[in-house]
């Protein structure tokens, strides 16, 4: 059964840094591209960043370039995204998405959040003044 897991999220001084993972496991996740998007309490669901399956193509929302970098670990199946000088405004529940593709758009990014196949339970940011 296809699952993604995510870790890392919590209590964080502004400033500071977390790093989150999300784990995919099941036979489905073979290649894929993978997103991060975040929901603050009222808020609608925001894109934060995206890696391709070849994990040469990354974007990032504006909102955090500069401050958080996705990267992946194919031999663990596991993407992260490091956080740093996190904001009051970074706290939010986020999500990990997977979006299965193809080799031939093994290169490609996905900012919509419609585009995902799979997503996570989320894990919860906090990040005080």
């Known amino acids: 059964q296809e699952q993604l897991v995510e870790s890392g999220g919590g209590l964080v001084q502004a400033g500071g840094s977390l790093k989150l993972s999300c784990a995919a496991s099941g036979r489905a996740f073979r290649q894929y591209a993978t997103g991060w998007f975040r929901r603050a309490p009222e808020k609608e669901r925001e894109f934060v960043a995206a890696i391709s399956w070849s994990g040469g193509t990354i974007y990032y929302a504006e909102s955090v370039k500069g401050r958080f970098t996705v990267s992946r670990e194919a031999a663990k199946n596991t993407v992260y995204l490091q956080m740093n000088s996190l904001k009051p405004e970074d706290t939010a529940v986020y999500y990990c998405?997977?979006?299965?593709?193809?080799?031939?758009?093994?290169?490609?990014?996905?900012?919509?959040?419609?585009?995902?196949?799979?997503w996570g339970q989320g894990t919860q940011v906090t990040v005080f003044s």
């Open positions: 998405a997977v979006k299965l593709v193809t080799s031939s758009i093994g290169t490609y990014y996905y900012t919509a959040g419609d585009d995902y196949d799979y």
